[in-house]
Structures are given as structure tokens and as C-alpha cells.
């Protein structure tokens, strides 16, 4: 995705304000490509940002990326880094704003019970459609 970095700035602002947010890996399709002798350079991107954070561990054995109050920069990295590498993900922050759930099919889903507008508006000028769900 070309204007990757743009849809997750737009997906941060969905959020909204935020004590703490979490994005999960809950799928790899493609396994932790960060562990290959010679990883793509998105994968060794990410592994490079993970271990400065502290986290040795591989993307499978710890999913989870959990951030501070409002830490968007990040929080933006990890998205970026989940559209781009194909991961299938949750995104959720406290007080909860919205669900994003990312998709290796190229499917961003953004759930909520209160208006985006705002952030909504964003997505759509980047291409984006919205799909009203019933039931």
C-alpha cells in the first residue's frame, strides 16, 4: 500500500483520546518474517523498532504491542508495519473509541458506536468506502 503511513495516521485519529491503546497480531498468514536469514526490508524495520523497545522476543510469541496515553507516533508504526506486512490485527485503546480490525485481504474494518466523522472523512479521501453492517 503506497499511502500506508497516511491510512494509519487516519486510523490513529479514529481512536481518538486514549489512557492506553493495544494492537495485537492475531494472525501472521505469512509467519514472523523477521526471523528469516534474510528478511524483507519492512520485517527488518520492525524487528529493529521491536528490539528497541526491549522486546526480544519473536512477533509470535508475543503478539502484543501495548503503548501509553495518546503515543499515536507509534501506535501509527505498528499499524503501518501491519498493513504492510500482512498481518491480521486488532487495534483498541481505553476508553474505547473504536475496533480497528486489520486484514491480510486488504480489509480495514473500523467499528464504533459513536460518530468518526472527522477520521472517517480521512479514510474516505484516501479511497476508503464505507460498508454499513446490519444484525
Same mark, same amino acid.
Given at each position: 500500500?503506497? !499511502?500506508?503511513?497516511?491510512?494509519? #495516521?487516519a486510523?490513529?485519529?479514529?481512536l481518538?483520546?486514549?489512557?492506553?491503546? *493495544?494492537?495485537?497480531?492475531?494472525?501472521?498468514?505469512w509467519?514472523?518474517?523477521?526471523? %528469516?536469514?534474510?528478511?524483507?526490508p519492512?520485517?527488518? %524495520?520492525?524487528?529493529?523498532?521491536?528490539?528497541?523497545?526491549g522486546?526480544?522476543? #519473536?512477533?509470535?510469541?508475543?503478539?502484543?504491542h501495548?503503548?501509553?496515553?495518546? %503515543?499515536d507516533?507509534?501506535?501509527?508504526?505498528?499499524?503501518?508495519?501491519? *498493513?504492510?506486512?500482512?498481518?491480521?490485527?486488532?487495534?483498541?485503546?481505553?476508553?474505547?473509541?473504536?475496533? *480497528? %480490525?486489520? #486484514?491480510?485481504?486488504?480489509i *480495514? &474494518?473500523?467499528l #464504533?458506536? !459513536?460518530?468518526?466523522?472527522?477520521?472517517?472523512?480521512?479514510?474516505f479521501?484516501?479511497?476508503?468506502?464505507?460498508?454499513?453492517? &446490519?444484525?
Amino acid at each position: 500500500m503506497t !499511502n500506508a503511513d497516511a491510512v494509519a #495516521s487516519a486510523l490513529v485519529a479514529c481512536l481518538g483520546p486514549y489512557d492506553w491503546a *493495544i494492537v495485537w497480531a492475531y494472525d501472521l498468514p505469512w509467519g514472523d518474517r523477521s526471523r %528469516d536469514a534474510d528478511p524483507p526490508p519492512d520485517w527488518r %524495520d520492525y524487528a529493529a523498532w521491536r528490539l528497541r523497545r526491549g522486546e526480544r522476543r #519473536s512477533l509470535c510469541d508475543v503478539p502484543g504491542h501495548e503503548f501509553d496515553a495518546n %503515543d499515536d507516533k507509534e501506535v501509527g508504526t505498528v499499524i503501518r508495519a501491519a *498493513i504492510c506486512m500482512g498481518w491480521d490485527a486488532w487495534v483498541f485503546s481505553s476508553p474505547l473509541g473504536c475496533m *480497528i %480490525d486489520l #486484514s491480510h485481504d486488504d480489509i *480495514i &474494518t473500523v467499528l #464504533s458506536r !459513536n460518530e468518526i466523522t472527522e477520521p472517517a472523512g480521512r479514510l474516505f479521501e484516501l479511497g476508503f468506502r464505507r460498508v454499513l453492517r &446490519t444484525g
